[in-house]
């Protein structure tokens, strides 16, 4: 899994590089590229910090288990804040579309944690009465 990640991740962020740099017909076929292929490598690469953070649960290192909670997190929000100054003024740009991508991964969960916390606790309170 690990061979396979690494790669995704960096033809994802370089076919991002090459549609953010480049115009008309090849920059639609770097957008179309870039959006597939992140949908493939966020998952994959979330997968594998998620792995490495269980076998370093296990194994007992607790500085590398926050490390690796804390990388998704950081990375999100440095890309946001990267778009956020560098943003596009073209509503069809490139980097319009990677934020709001972005924005999605990190609005869209939110809810969904929300209401699960909620119900896992009430759930919790209900199992202790009993």
Do not use: C
Not at 76 to 92: E, M, N, R, T
Not at 99 to 110: D, K, Q, R, S, W
Request: net charge positive.
């Amino acid at each position: 899994m690990k061979k396979l990640a690494i790669p995704f991740v960096l033809i994802t962020a370089f076919a991002w590089v090459g549609a953010i740099i480049s115009s008309g017909i090849l920059e639609s076929l770097l957008i179309t590229v870039a959006s597939i292929l992140s949908i493939i490598a966020l998952p994959t690469a979330w997968t594998i910090i998620t792995i490495y953070k269980n076998k370093w649960k296990v194994e007992g290192r607790k500085g590398l288990v926050h490390l690796a909670k804390a990388i998704p997190s950081l990375v999100l929000l440095l890309l946001a804040i990267l778009l956020l100054f560098i943003g596009g003024k073209d509503p069809d740009s490139a980097i319009r579309l990677l934020a709001y991508i972005i924005a999605g991964v990190i609005v869209l969960p939110i809810p969904i944690w929300i209401i699960m916390s909620l119900y896992h606790k009430a759930r919790g309170k209900q199992d202790s009465v009993k």
